[in-house]
């Protein structure tokens, strides 16, 4: 069984930065796709980014340029870095990996809140 552990949520101001941390322990096989979605009240989950275990990138059009997304692979860890915060990026941020078994499963984060506000 796949833990993740995310980390790096809170509160910040319209303009301002912060980064995500989601920590995969305890697969026995290669991850693969690395990633975040995120949850506004109301909303459907949607994409945020994506990396491969290659680090070919994927972003919804609505952070590129503001958000990066990154890995390390010995640590199995993901981050994203997000900047120019805008009060519509306010969700739950949630972390996914694709592990390379069975043709792919997916493990899901439990999510850390981003409240952007001035």
């Known amino acids: 069984q796949v833990q993740l552990v995310e980390s790096g949520g809170g509160s910040v101001q319209p303009g301002g930065s912060l980064r995500l941390s989601c920590a995969a322990s305890?697969?026995?096989?290669?991850?693969?796709?690395m990633g975040w979605y995120r949850q506004a009240p109301g909303k459907e989950r949607e994409l945020v980014a994506t990396?491969?275990?290659?680090?070919?990138?994927n972003y919804a059009d609505s952070v590129k340029g503001r958000f990066a997304i990154s890995r390390d692979n010995a640590k199995n860890t993901v981050y994203l870095q997000m900047n120019s915060l805008k009060p519509e990026d306010t969700a739950v941020y949630i972390c996914?990996?694709?592990?390379?078994?069975?043709?792919?499963?997916?493990?899901w984060g439990k999510g850390t809140l981003v409240t952007v506000s001035s």
């Open positions: 305890g697969s026995t096989f290669p991850i693969n796709s």
């Open positions: 990396i491969t275990r290659d680090l070919s990138t």
């Open positions: 996914r990996v694709v592990v390379s078994a069975l043709g792919g499963i997916h493990y």
